[in-house]
């Protein structure tokens, strides 16, 4: 009789019956007693903080003792003892048992395996390593999502330092890389119908959810490829080698999406700004002209808004940079939304403004800008009469050429952007005019992991870290780790004949 396995669900038969509790707790408690009485002796009368200590570590290295002999009986009730197996197609016959010790997190377990093999030889199949997607892999499945949740917060020395304080369980330095690595190279391959299976699983605010607003801006990485230097170029004489306008590792701008969702503004706010219920981060290192983030954030708003009332308002709220609104302007996908650029970028524009007409730091300086930030909120013109005043100082006195420059570069800024500075419009609706969450994105996605003192990234292992932070901070992690392991873990198909 020939039995067929599920790609799905493949499940070898159990030999036995599974782990009982009592043998795993009565062998437990067994070793736990012995492991008090024999520290018993060695005690002093009084109670230390170190007799503490050692008495807590003992029983810990007992219990993941037990935890560990215990697993590894579970684990070898699921064995195959089928001399033949057929795997796609192909036969496979019983070679040799080959032990392969694994990384839980009880620490290392060394479990002998059944190993199959074709007659004419080439890769091996081992039916225990597929059942639970360990082939070629060193770290339980457990284990491996523990390391990826740690590094998306730490640097890989971090990792290991932080594992050997809390954890009971250690790696390397470069085995902790590697795993990142792995899941690096599977994301840039599997991450779009990941997400796609993830979306699916997600509940979002949809009753609560007034608008969406769309935030997207950029923030400079180091990178490990040579590139142009930074600054003046030096005027001492060096050597023609120092004198090289060419770095080993230059800047280059990083892409951060946000898509958050806002409800009503609450009743008792001092500002009349909206409550952010949720937010999903779209991050991508550098490319030229970006396009695999614009693909990456267009998807993540069409799936969005799909799953949203018609009534949403959708919202596209940016700082001044001129390359993302040359982007959106020429885009579809936008076309529909209520255009503004961040309140906060405009008053920094003002400030510079007050400070060519006024000087730094002045008085009469800080009144006009006052009264300029309430123009702006309390008038549905606010922009335009912005624009009438600095245009009244411009013309009426005269300025030192950078004083002059301060105004004039303010003018430009509001001139090319008046069509999107309607903040009483956005406020009188409950609606977001602060770009907050991409900033804060940029901040925290990138800058706080990514541009510690010494990085240097490549491409692929700066987008690893990338995007698995920002499914961190997506608060989409166990989502994605549930669509990874359906996704991802798929054993081959075998049958035993």
Not at 475 to 489: M, P, T
């Amino acid at each position: 009789m020939t039995t067929v396995y599920s790609t799905n669900s493949y499940t070898p038969n159990r030999k036995e019956s599974p782990v009982k509790t009592h043998w795993s707790m009565d062998r437990t408690e067994q070793k736990l007693t012995l492991t008090i009485d024999c520290r018993n002796g060695e005690l002093g009368e009084q109670l230390s903080i170190e007799d503490a200590e050692n008495v807590v570590e003992h029983l810990r290295q007992t219990v993941h003792e037990a935890a560990r002999e215990a697993f590894k009986h579970w684990l070898l009730q699921f064995e195959s003892d089928a001399d033949v197996l057929v795997v796609d197609g192909k036969i496979y016959r019983f070679k040799i048992v080959a032990e392969k010790e694994i990384l839980t997190k009880f620490g290392h377990v060394t479990i002998p395996r059944r190993l199959y093999q074709q007659d004419t030889g080439g890769p091996a199949y081992v039916p225990l390593d597929e059942a639970w997607n360990m082939r070629g892999q060193f770290a339980a499945p457990d284990v491996r999502e523990s390391l990826l949740f740690l590094v998306a917060h730490l640097s890989p020395s971090e990792t290991v330092a932080c594992l050997d304080k809390v954890a009971s369980f250690t790696c390397s330095k470069t085995a902790v890389q590697n795993i990142v690595d792995e899941m690096g190279d599977y994301l840039e391959e599997h991450e779009d119908a990941l997400l796609e299976n993830l979306r699916i699983a997600e509940e979002l605010p949809i009753a609560e959810t007034k608008c969406v607003a769309v935030s997207l801006d950029g923030v400079n990485v180091r990178l490990n490829v040579p590139g142009p230097k930074k600054g003046r170029p030096t005027e001492r004489p060096k050597d023609d080698a120092s004198m090289s306008r060419e770095t080993a590792s230059c800047y280059k701008n990083a892409m951060v999406g946000v898509v958050s969702f806002y409800g009503d503004v609450p009743k008792k706010a001092k500002e009349k700004t909206p409550k952010r219920l949720a937010g999903h981060i779209v991050a991508r290192m550098p490319e030229d002209k970006f396009p695999t983030f614009r693909k990456k954030i267009e998807t993540e708003i069409r799936s969005t808004m799909e799953r949203l009332p018609a009534n949403v308002v959708k919202i596209l709220l940016n700082d001044g940079g001129t390359n993302l609104w040359h982007y959106t302007d020429a885009e579809p996908l936008y076309d529909d939304c209520e255009k503004i650029v961040d309140f906060h970028h405009t008053l920094g524009h003002v400030s510079s403004g007050a400070e060519g007409i006024f000087d730094k730091g002045t008085s009469a300086g800080q009144v006009w800008y006052r009264k300029m930030e309430g123009t702006l909120l309390s008038y549905e013109d606010g922009a335009e009469r912005v624009i009438r005043s600095l245009e009244y100082y411009l013309n009426s006195y005269e300025y030192k050429d950078s004083s002059r420059e301060l105004i004039e570069d303010c003018l430009t800024f509001m001139r090319n952007n008046v069509h999107r500075m309607e903040y009483k419009r956005f406020r009188d609706n409950g609606w977001p005019i602060g770009s907050g969450p991409v900033e804060g994105a940029c901040k925290n996605i990138v800058k706080k992991r990514m541009c510690q003192s010494g990085q240097r990234w490549s491409l692929g292992g700066g987008q690893a870290v990338l995007s698995l932070r920002a499914i961190v901070k997506s608060n989409r992690w166990k989502l994605f780790w549930n669509a990874y392991k359906r996704h991802a873990c798929l054993p081959r198909l075998a049958q035993t004949t």
